[in-house]
């Protein structure tokens, strides 16, 4: 639930109809409920045996990720998750085409939402959240190539149902197809340093993360361990690979067909990953204030769309009401 501070800070009067004509359980409703898993705390107005099985999936990508990155998983803590049980809900809380995300929410920290029932297209974006979130443990400088070609490189993690093996590695289609036949472009996705510029650049991180794991496994092992002691990402590039500078054309161009070629063979080793037991998930059910407060603790994008302030007003009203 948000601080009553926080909330009669948003107090005006303003029109008492609810963003998407929400009605908590006090006011008809479906119940909510929050569900504490060993990295999650999720709240959602899903029914209690979707809600489990929300829990259930996004533990085991969490701890793909986890055991699939590291010998010695670091902690991570808990991560908050809004999981609306209807579409148009999700919508209230989503950018422009956004499947699920993941964001930096001002009083409860880190947040994903996303819709109550998971698809493969929230399960592979929560395998690429989840991914930056555990990397930011260990690895004290990260190049955006790096940060964004592993977690491209783990979303694969995603096809972890509870009828699948979890595994790591193996070429994923929906990449793939964005970057084969190769035309290059190493050089500019190593050298990015705000955000890569398109979903393509996406796929060059990948592909060339894809590189590094299956065919220089040592040096990329070492360059890891470079990260995380806080090496200049630049400096710690040019040591291990000397011979792909990214000042250089004719380096870059060699790191290109090199790409190209491991591409071209479709050969991308990929291993299981044993998962510890997954401690038992709690359950509790949420008040109609706590339900608001979870609403308002996410910034309501709407899909890019303006979002009235009478609205936010009326939300407020109704938490404190409550």
């Given at each position: 639930m948000?601080?009553?501070?926080?909330?009669?800070?948003?107090?005006?009067?303003?029109?008492p109809?609810?963003?998407?004509?929400?009605e908590?359980?006090?006011r008809?409703?479906?119940?909510?409920?929050?569900?504490?898993?060993?990295?999650?705390v999720?709240?959602?107005d899903?029914?209690?045996?979707?809600?489990?099985?929300?829990?259930?999936?996004?533990?085991?990508?969490h701890?793909?990720?986890?055991?699939?990155?590291?010998r010695?998983?670091?902690?991570?803590?808990?991560?908050r998750?809004l999981?609306?049980?209807?579409?148009?809900e999700?919508?209230?809380?989503?950018p422009?085409?956004?499947?699920?995300?993941?964001?930096?929410?001002a009083?409860?920290?880190?947040?994903?939402?996303l819709?109550?029932?998971?698809?493969?297209?929230?399960?592979?974006?929560?395998?690429?959240?989840?991914?930056?979130h555990?990397?930011?443990r260990?690895?004290?400088?990260?190049?955006?190539?790096?940060?964004?070609?592993?977690?491209t490189?783990?979303?694969?993690?995603?096809?972890?149902?509870?009828?699948h093996?979890?595994?790591?590695?193996?070429l994923?289609a929906?990449?793939?197809?964005?970057?084969?036949?190769?035309?290059?472009?190493?050089?500019?996705?190593?050298t990015?340093?705000?955000?890569?510029?398109?979903?393509?650049?996406?796929?060059?991180a990948?592909?060339?993360v894809?590189?590094?794991?299956?065919?220089?496994?040592?040096?990329f092992?070492?360059?890891?361990?470079?990260?995380?002691?806080?090496?200049?990402p630049?400096?710690?590039?040019?040591?291990?690979?000397?011979?792909?500078?990214?000042?250089?054309?004719?380096?870059?161009?060699?790191l290109?067909?090199?790409i190209?070629?491991f591409?071209?063979?479709?050969?991308?080793?990929?291993?299981?990953?044993?998962?510890?037991?997954?401690p038992?998930v709690?359950?509790?059910?949420?008040?109609?204030?706590?339900?608001?407060?979870?609403?308002?603790?996410?910034p309501?994008?709407?899909?890019?769309?303006?979002?009235?302030?009478?609205?936010?007003?009326?939300?407020?009203?109704?938490?404190?009401?409550?």
């Amino acid at each position: 639930m948000l601080p009553s501070a926080a909330l009669i800070a948003l107090v005006a009067a303003g029109d008492p109809a609810l963003a998407g004509g929400f009605e908590c359980p006090e006011r008809g409703g479906p119940p909510w409920r929050e569900l504490r898993s060993a990295h999650f705390v999720i709240q959602t107005d899903a029914s209690s045996s979707k809600a489990h099985e929300l829990a259930e999936d996004l533990e085991r990508i969490h701890e793909t990720v986890r055991y699939g990155l590291f010998r010695k998983p670091p902690e991570t803590g808990v991560i908050r998750v809004l999981a609306p049980a209807e579409r148009e809900e999700f919508d209230l809380f989503a950018p422009k085409d956004a499947a699920a995300f993941y964001t930096e929410a001002a009083l409860v920290g880190p947040v994903i939402v996303l819709p109550g029932d998971l698809r493969d297209s929230q399960r592979i974006v929560a395998a690429h959240e989840i991914t930056h979130h555990v990397a930011a443990r260990v690895f004290a400088r990260q190049p955006l190539w790096f940060a964004e070609g592993l977690a491209t490189y783990m979303e694969s993690v995603a096809q972890v149902g509870p009828h699948h093996t979890p595994s790591v590695g193996g070429l994923a289609a929906w990449r793939f197809a964005e970057v084969y036949p190769f035309l290059g472009g190493a050089a500019e996705v190593l050298t990015a340093r705000k955000h890569l510029k398109d979903s393509h650049a996406y796929a060059v991180a990948w592909a060339l993360v894809q590189l590094l794991v299956n065919r220089h496994g040592t040096e990329f092992g070492q360059l890891q361990q470079r990260f995380a002691r806080g090496q200049d990402p630049a400096v710690a590039w040019r040591e291990v690979f000397p011979q792909w500078d990214p000042a250089d054309h004719a380096s870059m161009d060699a790191l290109d067909g090199e790409i190209g070629r491991f591409l071209k063979t479709g050969e991308s080793h990929s291993r299981d990953v044993e998962l510890p037991p997954v401690p038992p998930v709690e359950e509790r059910a949420l008040s109609a204030a706590d339900a608001h407060g979870a609403r308002l603790a996410v910034p309501w994008i709407n899909r890019g769309r303006k979002v009235d302030p009478g609205l936010l007003r009326a939300e407020a009203e109704e938490a404190l009401r409550h």
